[in-house]
């Protein structure tokens, strides 16, 4: 069954993102994964759409990250079956979706090659790459930095720049894993204006965080995760005023779940 | 004791003024042992990618036939490319048998394996660490061989830099497709290897002093780029 909290809102803009996309809306139905006899994911139904922020809450071990891992293609499900707008994930519309992960891999390059690069694999001429880079590094205030190697940048701005990266070649949706979770504050209040600066431009976003003030402070709508299932999705404000499940009241209320 | 004295002090005074025949023997060494490197990486470094990225039946059968291969011992290569190369043999019309495209052919076939080994495991040890983020981007394999060995470009310097130090101390294959012939195919392991024999100890010790020199160059020059790579973390 769709998922219909998540694929309800803004219906003109959901119209409009849809016509416009090549991978929304990404579903994945009955998906499982299976590891050393342990259901690491059991029957998942996810329908990522329209507009807004969802925040996939839940403690460690819950299956976020694998769950983001299979909606982008990198882990194959043992079980169910994953699409991007309609049909299977493949290579060619992997750029249409932006993958934050927890720690960002830096090419060892410089921090405008690092952007340029993704630019240059979407097939865009030099010229346009250095035009467009500049553009998403001064987005992310990182423009001053733009000659430095890359991996000399601090967390923050290393994040900040694998999100100006991911934003580059204005992708349909963005799927963050963590991304503050390694960072202090003031690094992931950046992180976070950006990430709703990105909102605001009609982008499609997932966040994966186990940081319930994160969640309330960005989400629109959540899912919540325990061991391996999806057990609550609702609005956020919903979610966080009444949850219906006793694992997502514990969470909230900073029990420890397990 | 005295005539080793006389014969260092000779292959000093031969070193240190250019000597003609000496400089000679040097600058072919080079061409020859750099263009061999040239050749072999060419080769090596899309065979290492392509086995770091690329997964088919048969690979780790071929990973292990080519860090086999980096032991090739040299007359064996040099037999063989002779083979190839003599008049009987399937290339013989090109009339390259004694010639320094010959030696050229001989070293880079020794090295060629070194280059593609070292290759491939720097490459793979990167792949791992790259190989989701590229996922993501859309990157094909044959992208991702692109990427990784440019981004692994100064650490690919030590793979190329031991294809080198192996081409340009190795006697055993030049000599046999080179034939060691005066002014034309005479290296500096070659000569060395003569003049011994001949007793000669001045010009093969001139010579064993440039090629420890040269090898002593190259690893600090390499070292150094390596060092300037890593401060910006490139490496």
Known sequence: MPDAALCTETDGLLEQARRQSSVLPIECRRVGICRGGRALLDSVDVCIDGTGLTVVLGPNGAGKTLLLRVLVNLVRPDSGWVRWAGTPPDRTRAPRIGFLFQKPMMLRRSVLANVTYVLSAAGLARRECNAKAGEVLALATLEHLAQTPARLLSGGEQQRLALARALAVEPDVLLLDEPASSLDPAAALAIEKLIETVRARGTRCVLVTHDIGQARRLADTVLFMHRGRIV??????AFFDQPAEQSARDFIEGRIVL | MQEFGAAFGEAFRLVTTLDADLSEIVILSLQVS???????ALIGLPLGAGLAVLRFPGRGALVITLNALMGLPPVVVGLLVYLLLSRAGPLGELGLLYTPTAMVIAQAVLVTPIVAALARQTIEDMHDEYLDQLRVFGIAPLGMMKTLLWDARYSLLTALLAGFGRAVAEVGAVIIVGGNI???????????????????????????????TIAIAANAAVMALRASAKRFAYA
Not at chain 1, 232 to 237: G, P, W
Not at chain 2, 34 to 40: D, E, P, R, S
Not at chain 2, 185 to 199: C, F, N, P, W
């Open chain 2, 34 to 40: 750099l263009a061999a490197v040239g050749l072999a």
């Open chain 1, 232 to 237: 609550e999705r609702a609005r956020a404000q």
């Open chain 2, 182 to 212: 005066n002014h034309v195919t005479r290296v500096m392991t070659t000569t060395i290897a003569l003049e011994t024999s001949k007793g000669n100890l001045s010009l093969a010790l001139g010579l064993g002093l440039v090629l420890v």
